[in-house]
């Protein structure tokens, strides 16, 4: 790669113009900062359908928009911009995502030596709850995830085994080896996004940037998680707006599963989310200060994981406040739990 590569920001937006404006000037930003050559183009996949009043600015973003006549979905709204990028580097991003400065130096530092990076992402603006890695994708954890969601025992066994995975991704200091990276924000060099080909449009919306890793890995690329590169990520906004953004979802992990496990193992996975789900109710958080290693977790999901996380400092579990941007972006309640060193629920005393 260059020494002095050019970045083209692909954007895919979708009736969010107030988070678009901020993650377009946090991008200029930090490329005046880290002395970077940036292109940005947005493609608004909301354009057909937007009223005078919800059409963008275009003229005030000082970027290149693109209008397709429908909603392409992710996939194909991606695709659509990559193919007007003109950069070395290929940086696909949420229009709800805002970096942080030295994200995209971070990146482009990773990519001299591996072919695919991501930042870590938080969910807050002050930098406290970071997300979570994307859930691995193979038969035998497709099985455990959703046996996990139908026994209450299976349950605490699989939260124990995905705390210790998340750790190790929230831990990191350095660039670690990671293909369950997430497509919010992710960077590449622009001949490895040609040499795997373009995102699967036949994914609408979801599964989409999984499919492509995967596909990328199949091929020998290199992914990495890089810590210091830290971006924000007002989570799901876009699709809050977009009513068919749940049966998306639902026919793409359709999609997926009979195209990566087969037919058979799909039916397989059917039949078992058949059984009733059963979840443990999160337990009290203990009011006094925990002594080791701690851990609070938020997430809207009843299991309690996958879920955004962060290392407790010495106080007491029960004084932790949600940051209020979560709080009030969040499309469900939202559940807290508190684990410590051995990866096991906290309990109150």
């Keep these: 790669m260059k020494s002095d590569p050019t970045i083209t920001a692909v954007i895919v937006h979708y009736r969010t113009p107030d988070f678009l404006a901020a993650a377009v000037e946090a991008l200029q930003a930090d490329a005046r900062h880290a002395d970077l050559r940036l292109q940005v183009i947005v493609v608004d996949n909301g354009a057909s359908s937007a009223s005078r009043d919800e059409r963008l600015d275009t003229g005030h973003l000082g ?18 911009g990559a193919r007007a990028a003109a950069g070395d580097v290929l940086l696909l991003m949420n229009a709800d995502v805002i970096v942080v400065p030295g994200c995209l130096r971070a990146l482009v530092e990773a990519l001299r030596e591996a072919d695919i990076a991501g930042p870590r992402l938080f969910w807050d603006r002050g930098g406290r709850l970071m997300l979570p890695p994307q859930q691995v994708r193979t038969r035998a954890a497709e099985v455990d995830a959703v046996c996990a969601e139908r026994s209450k025992l299976w349950g605490r066994s699989y939260r124990r085994r995905w705390r210790r995975r998340a750790r190790a991704f929230w831990s990191a200091r ?3 080896p990671c293909f369950e990276l997430t497509g919010a924000l992710l960077a590449m060099r622009t001949d490895c996004w040609r040499r795997v080909g373009p995102f699967d449009e036949g994914f609408r919306l979801y599964f989409e940037e999984t499919d492509w890793l995967l596909r990328a890995r199949e091929q020998g690329a290199r992914a990495v998680l890089v810590p210091a590169a830290r971006a924000v990520h007002a989570y799901d906004q876009s699709a809050q707006r977009e009513p068919r953004a749940q049966m998306w979802f639902e026919e793409s992990m359709k999609r997926f599963r009979r195209r990566r496990y087969g037919a058979w193992f799909a039916a397989l996975l059917r039949l ?6 059963r979840f443990a109710d999160p337990p009290a958080l203990p009011a006094s200060a925990v002594e080791g290693e701690a851990w609070i977790e938020v997430t809207t999901l009843p299991l309690g994981v996958p879920a955004a996380g962060c290392r407790l400092a010495a106080k007491a579990p029960a004084d932790f406040e949600l940051p209020p941007e979560v709080v009030r972006e969040a499309r469900a309640d939202l ?6 060193a051995g990866c096991r629920d906290l309990r109150a005393e």
């Design 63 to 80: 970027t290149r928009v693109i209008e397709p006549p429908s909603n392409l979905g992710y996939a194909g709204g991606v695709n659509l």
């Design 174 to 176: 350095e660039p670690m």
């Design 272 to 277: 078992i989310e058949r059984l009733p789900r």
């Design 335 to 340: 559940s807290v739990r508190v684990s410590g």
